[in-house]
């Protein structure tokens, strides 16, 4: 119970103050537990931030961040990759509870990355991350290079985004969004639609 009142109280912190401007002693007053526990349960500040970025990237994702999730390999075709790829990106829609405290850490680091992200990124921990490259490799032509990929992958991780961090916003007017279940299911269907024919080749030149 403590490690939770301890993940609990950080997200709380770190949304509030970002990475920099946190500390174990704030985090600690508000768990109301011993700095120690920080210690004894993730190592250091940075271990316990890496937590919160993990129960982050899992609840954008859809996945169980103990499950491996996204990062397995999975044998089925792209197109249905793709869809429970976004689908699972519109999910916080529905859920109010923390998810506006996940999109204030990640705020922060779009704004100013922190080490212990850039880590965390680097690591493959993300399990959106390691689904979308899969997925754009897989939808890509056989002779697409790196940066193909890595701009395939970047662009599918935020399909579903504008939708998430703007949810309050498309629910009023003009847009009058209503967001259930059922809207999600289409939602996604357009979305992998777009994404779908946004992969089938390679953009033609501007110039």
């Known amino acids: 119970m403590t490690r939770e009142r301890l993940l609990r109280a ?3 912190v770190f949304a509030d103050h970002g990475y920099a401007g946190a500390s174990v002693r704030r985090i600690c007053q508000r768990a109301r537990a011993n700095p120690a526990a920080v210690k004894h349960y993730f190592g250091n500040k940075e271990g316990l931030y890496q937590e919160v970025l993990q129960a982050a990237s899992s609840a954008f994702a859809g996945t169980d ?26 999910r916080p829609v529905l859920r109010r509870n923390t998810i506006g405290r996940y999109l204030k850490v990640f705020a922060w680091e779009d704004m100013q990355p922190s080490r212990p ?14 689904s ?14 790196n940066e193909e990929v890595a701009v395939a992958t970047a662009w599918l991780m ?16 003009p847009f009058g969004l209503r967001y259930d279940n059922a809207m999600v299911e289409r939602l996604a269907d357009r979305l992998t639609h777009l ?4 992969l089938a080749g390679r953009p033609r030149r501007l110039d």
Not at 72 to 83: A, C, H, K, N, S
Not at 117 to 130: C, H, I, N, T
Not at 166 to 172: L, T, W
């Open 158 to 173: 935020n399909q579903a985004m504008p939708f998430v961090r703007n949810r309050d916003v498309f629910r009023a007017a």
């Open 10 to 12: 950080a997200l709380a």
């Open 195 to 198: 994404a779908l024919t946004g």
């Open 65 to 90: 961040p103990t499950a491996g999730g996204f990062a397995d390999p999975d044998e089925r075709p792209p197109e249905e990759m793709l869809r429970d790829l976004i689908r699972d990106q519109l």
């Open 132 to 145: 979308a490259s899969s997925i754009a490799r897989k939808l890509l032509p056989p002779d697409a290079s």
């Open 117 to 130: 992200y850039k880590q965390f990124l680097a690591s493959g921990r993300a399990p959106a991350v390691a």
